[in-house]
């Protein structure tokens, strides 16, 4: 098994590239320990000294450093890790858990949010997976759109540019109602 790396725009994470499937639909983001209980694999990457959160995308898993460490001492070990997960034959997470995408909007904006997840769906959710990252859709409530960061964009220091002059920007020129576009924690 070769595992590919890439750098991302967020200097504290690092994308590897396993060369097979990671997630079959969605993304998952792990943003600590107790959060990847139920992912074996996210588990064995949080093992590794100075990971301070783990995301998976369709073929990628994204890992965010703690300052304390460099990518040249704890890469080889998460590498080991993402290989050892796979030789293992165990699952990427187990039950039920797992697999996150747009938040459900019930409402009389349901016309004007399925719009918007579209738009993310097609536009920006791509872009963003390149990166390393994924938004979803957390919520619509006059005119501000709400979205979650995950993986490489969660911290990093362009994400602020990506949502005001990118996806903002995007969104108003085709949804008029959309005003502003804001990020939400977990």
């Not at 097979?20 to 320990?33: C, K, L, N, R, Y």
Request: a negative charge.
């Amino acid at each position: 098994m070769f595992i590919q790396t890439e750098a991302t725009p967020n200097p504290a994470t690092l994308k590897f590239l396993p060369g097979q499937t990671v997630m079959e639909s969605g993304s998952a983001d792990f943003p600590s320990i107790e959060a990847a209980a139920a992912s074996p694999l996210a588990g064995r990457i949080f093992g590794v000294e100075g990971v301070s959160g783990v995301f998976f995308g369709p073929d990628f898993v994204t890992v965010t450093k703690t300052d304390a460490v460099d990518w040249a001492h704890i890469k080889p070990a998460i590498l080991a890790a993402i290989m050892e997960h796979y030789q293992s034959g165990a699952p990427i997470i187990e039950g039920d858990a797992g697999a996150v995408g747009h938040a459900e909007h019930d409402g009389p904006d349901g016309e004007i949010v399925g719009q918007i997840k579209t738009l993310l769906d097609t536009r920006v959710r791509p872009a963003v997976a390149q990166d390393g990252g994924d938004i979803t859709f957390h919520g619509f409530d006059r005119g501000v759109v709400y979205l979650h960061m995950q993986g490489a964009c969660a911290g990093c220091p362009s994400s602020t540019m990506t949502l005001k002059m990118g996806i903002e920007n995007l969104l108003r020129h085709y949804i008029p109602e959309v005003t502003e576009v804001r990020p939400v924690g977990v």
